[in-house]
């Protein structure tokens, strides 16, 4: 890597990141699975929702390995990476004991990381927002994010310790009905959000951008005063933030009728966005049947957030009529993969969602033809609605294939459960491992040095091919001048 330096690397993410890998020997090599027994953790004044995150994050084995290496291995400040490491050692100590574990470090964090007292003991808070919070700290700590612009820390957040795991690029394609001109972007994410609501709302609640709070301020940083410029003009679908538009122009449209709207505001209006079934139609016009109402398939889901849909009111940039074909779909599949399934309200005769212990991928990637990608389901997050508030606890899987065995964690209460038994939950988040282990994404700055270098390397090898032609000939000329004439008889 020589001397040159990129602005954000730490040892957890970048060019480091990679070479600690390769001198770890794990460079592309799949973690073992998560073999002990699941120990409870005590609830801390209605922290249910931590708790069911950490059983999670505690049975990730990409994570649980490439955590305990890398802060073993390089100097680690950052609190939160070092506050989820102690939970994981404290969760095996206690299985001598059995006795269950307080998670009170990390639920003081996540206290001191709520923004308007959604975390605090004792309030109604959202695993899914709660676990984007989570995702986004510990990415922070493996960068050093001061000085980048929005687009660079994106990226080099995405090469990181926690990227290379959690990370994904999500893409949409905008392709206008009249002249065939089509835009495609992508973005990163952390979390894979699909809806299940009736038919009738389920059309736009699975459009392809469906953000929590903490996803929509992410998003929307750097980015929401030249989108509500944008917005209110023609070409939104076509900006570098697209897919973000529009879902935006979409709210937009149903609720006022100007673009002058705060980022605090939007944000709200996302949040509200993922929990209500009252968002305004884009006169989005489906290609594929829904499935019944009162039962959905992950991959009903996944297909309703990927399918083409017509969308009338969109202009073309280029030609200037109206009308376009959107698709959504995953750019760049993660190593581990989150699925959040959001309901909105609250209604008893909302549709149920059933799924397997195996979901293929290859259908929702961008290259057609894809060979499956077989994901294996590890982690389920469930929520019981209970009166007033709710309740979340979590099924997790220790081993793998024969050998595998799955648990009900319910704050302190653990006990081992079938899979059948798990699969008659509706659930609330799915979380998947991917059948190979993905390298790390290169920034582009990091393609940048290394085409670079490889131009200066070809320069130098230009030179030295020169400078030895040279040698030689100067080498034949100094023969030929000490060579005697022969005589002449």
């Known amino acids: ?194 809806t299940c609501a009736p038919p009738t709302a389920s059309r736009q609640a699975n459009a392809p951008v469906t953000p929590s709070t903490h996803e929509a301020s992410r998003a929307l940083r750097g980015q929401i005063s030249q989108a509500a410029v944008e917005l209110a003009g023609q070409g939104a679908a076509r900006t570098s933030s697209s897919v973000l538009l529009c879902a935006l122009l979409t709210w937009l449209q149903a609720t006022t009728k100007t673009a002058k709207m705060l980022p605090s505001s939007l944000t709200r209006a996302f949040t509200k966005t993922q929990k209500s079934a009252s968002s305004a139609s884009d006169k989005a016009k489906p290609s594929k049947k829904f499935p019944k109402p009162n039962l959905f398939t992950i991959d009903d889901l996944l297909g309703m957030y990927t399918q083409r849909e017509e969308i009338q009111e969109w202009k073309c940039e280029k030609c200037e009529q109206e009308g376009c074909t959107r698709r959504a779909f995953v750019a760049e599949r993660p190593n581990v993969l989150l699925i959040h399934v959001g309901r909105p309200g609250q209604d008893a005769a909302m549709p149920r969602v059933v799924f397997d212990a195996e979901l293929d991928l290859s259908r929702y990637l961008d290259a057609e033809g894809s060979s499956q990608k077989r994901y294996s389901l590890f982690s389920v997050i469930v929520y019981r609605s209970l009166g007033r508030g709710g309740h979340y606890f979590a099924y997790v899987r220790s081993g793998r294939g024969n050998g595998q065995q799955w648990n009900q964690v319910d704050d302190d209460e653990v006990k081992m459960v079938s899979w059948a038994a798990v699969q008659q939950e509706d659930p609330f988040m799915l979380i998947y491992e991917a059948p190979e282990i993905m390298s790390p994404m290169a920034t582009d700055m990091e393609l940048k040095l290394l085409k670079e270098q490889e131009q200066s390397k070809l320069l130098a090898e230009a030179r030295q091919q020169v400078a030895v032609a040279a040698a030689e000939s100067k080498m034949e000329e100094n023969s030929q001048m000490a060579t005697p004439e022969a005589s002449v008889e």
């Not at 206290?111 to 984007?132: I, K, L, P, W």
């Not at 994010?145 to 893409?171: T, Y």
């Open 1 to 194: 890597m020589g001397n040159l330096i990129i602005p954000g690397e730490t040892a957890l993410c970048g060019r480091l990141y990679k070479e600690w890998l390769r001198q770890q020997g794990i460079d592309g090599v799949p973690p073992e699975s998560v073999n002990q027994p699941a120990v409870g953790l005590k609830n801390i004044r209605n922290m249910c929702f931590l708790n069911a995150i950490i059983q999670t994050l505690y049975f990730t084995p990409m994570l649980r390995r490439n955590l305990a290496l890398a802060l073993g291995s390089v100097p680690v400040k950052d609190e939160w990476l070092i506050s989820l490491l102690q939970i994981f050692r404290e969760l095996d100590e206690s299985r001598s004991t059995g006795m269950p574990v307080v998670a009170s470090r990390i639920a003081g964090l996540i206290q001191v990381a709520s923004t308007n007292g959604e975390f605090q003991q004792g309030a109604q808070a959202d695993a899914h927002e709660a676990f984007m919070v989570i995702i986004s700290k510990l990415l922070s700590g493996c960068i050093a994010a001061k000085g980048l612009s929005f687009p660079e820390q994106e990226q080099m957040e995405r090469s990181s310790l926690i990227g290379h795991i959690f990370g994904m690029n999500l893409g949409q394609s905008v392709r206008c009905k009249s002249c065939g001109d089509e835009s495609t972007t992508t973005r990163a994410e952390y979390c894979l959000c699909v």
